[in-house]
């Protein structure tokens, strides 16, 4: 039978100070580490905020310190309550503790700069080749990577061309896409690893008949301040699956993985499905089907901004649906530490729409990058401030900015067709 551990399968090195959050279904057997003849200390398996079972009664288990209380999670540094929240659009996982972040001594050394989906691609290709160029660098990730559902490839897919520099993720995230490879013995971010992975985030699937994990397949290097929430699809029982590294062999310290469940549909179901929506089909008339697939109807159900205030901002007569007034500042300030913009914006009260407001600044490459965004105002309130994120990246005391307004009606919540946008100017307080 595989193994699904929610840190390692099997650890002949050190793991310190890591915890995992099980979201799988509670029949499912929760082990933190498989088999152990290393290092396990400082270290929680969390379901439902509450410490369970930490490994598996079948395995192997040398420890230091184990965490099995609940009360006892504050020695990792954190609020269990507070370590982890869904943010943006897509629920991203992110991790909340600014503590959890390693410094990277890249003085005196040639910095390899991601800026790009396509950079990340040569990376992995030049380390898979071999090529001293990215096989020994210090990388630095310099803003999140979006693969849009596609490939992701693994970087060093066998044992000789094991990354062995620096990879320092910089708190950035690698998100949405699939790491599969039919051919590779060890399926993750990174195949073997014999060098440093620190401060990167993974949230994306992974599948393979053969051994699977978030970051790394077989770690004989450090892996530490990374965080994994991963969908695992194992296909063959015989190999193994964790939310981390497969076999540790190194260090991996200050990490957290979130594993989440994978649905299999099985072939009734979906027969049963198809004669469900034949029988929908028949009742309720093909034209009335096509009549609600056209009628543009846009349920956002966003949520209330919940900083928003009320003001006595009055323009007189009520707008149509097509029309928008606003109060916004030209002027927004971001500080990176805080991770807060001050920005002023006024939804009036004769508006009809709610208002979304996001922040979109201009890199140092030229692109838009989206680093803050509001719930919904509605009419007649404001807000001052917007939580920020991906702003490590951005340099220098002040760049061009755009504040992003898209409407939705208040009583529908169908998105309205009149989105409009403003030059803002950007500068920071620290």
């Not at 040569?122 to 096989?135: M, P, R, S, T, W």
């Not at 066998?158 to 599969?180: E, M, P, Q, S, Y």
């Not at 590294?245 to 198809?274: A, H, K, W």
């Not at 500080?335 to 914006?345: D, E, P, V």
């Amino acid at each position: 039978m595989a193994v699904i551990a929610a840190l390692a399968a099997t650890n002949s090195g050190t793991i310190k100070d890591c915890y995992s959050i099980w979201n799988k279904n509670e029949k499912s057997k929760k082990t933190l580490v498989y088999t152990s003849t290393g290092s396990l200390s400082t270290s929680a398996l969390i379901s439902k905020g509450i410490c369970s079972e930490i490994y598996s009664s079948d395995g192997q288990c040398n420890t230091d310190y184990l965490i099995q209380k609940t009360s006892d999670i504050k020695r990792l540094g954190f609020e269990s309550t507070k370590c982890w929240e869904y943010a943006g659009d897509n629920n991203l996982v992110r991790f909340q503790d600014n503590n959890w972040h390693v410094g990277i001594n890249s003085k005196d050394k040639k910095i390899l700069h991601i800026k790009s989906v396509n950079d990340y691609m040569l990376f992995a290709e030049g380390v898979n080749n071999q090529d001293k160029k990215y096989i020994d660098a210090t990388v630095h990730l310099d803003c999140d990577l979006d693969f849009k559902g596609k490939h992701i490839p693994i970087v060093g897919i066998k044992r000789d061309c094991a990354f062995r520099g620096v990879f320092d993720g910089r708190n950035h995230l690698i998100w949405n896409g699939t790491i599969k490879d039919e051919n590779a013995l060890y399926v993750g971010l990174f195949g073997y690893l014999k060098g440093v992975v620190a401060n990167l985030i993974f949230d994306g699937r992974v599948q393979s008949d053969k051994n699977l994990a978030g970051i790394c397949g077989l770690n004989a290097g450090r892996i530490s301040c990374c965080g994994s929430v991963v969908r695992l699809k194992a296909k063959d029982e015989r190999y193994n699956a964790a939310g981390i590294v497969v076999n540790n062999e190194g260090t991996l310290d200050r990490c957290y993985s979130v594993l989440q469940r994978q649905m299999i549909i099985p072939p009734f179901v979906y027969i049963l499905l198809i004669a469900l929506i034949a029988i929908i089909i028949g009742v309720l008339g093909y034209f009335t089907i096509v009549a609600a697939l056209n009628s543009g109807k846009d349920y956002a159900k966003i949520e209330v901004d919940p900083g928003q205030e009320k003001n006595d901002s009055d323009n007189g007569k009520k707008n149509n649906e097509r029309e928008l007034s606003l109060e916004l500042y030209e002027e927004v300030e971001i500080s990176r530490t805080a991770r807060i913009c001050k920005i002023n914006f006024t939804n009036p009260s004769n508006n009809v729409n709610k208002i979304v407001v996001e922040l979109q600044v201009v890199n140092d490459i030229g692109e838009r990058v989206t680093v803050g965004k509001s719930g919904a105002v509605s009419p007649g309130y404001s807000i001052k401030s917007l939580p920020v994120s991906n702003v490590e990246s951005l340099s220098g005391s002040e760049i061009k900015g755009f504040a992003v307004m898209r409407a939705y009606n208040e009583v529908s919540e169908n998105k309205a067709m009149i989105d409009t946008e403003f030059p803002v100017k950007v500068s920071f307080s620290d």
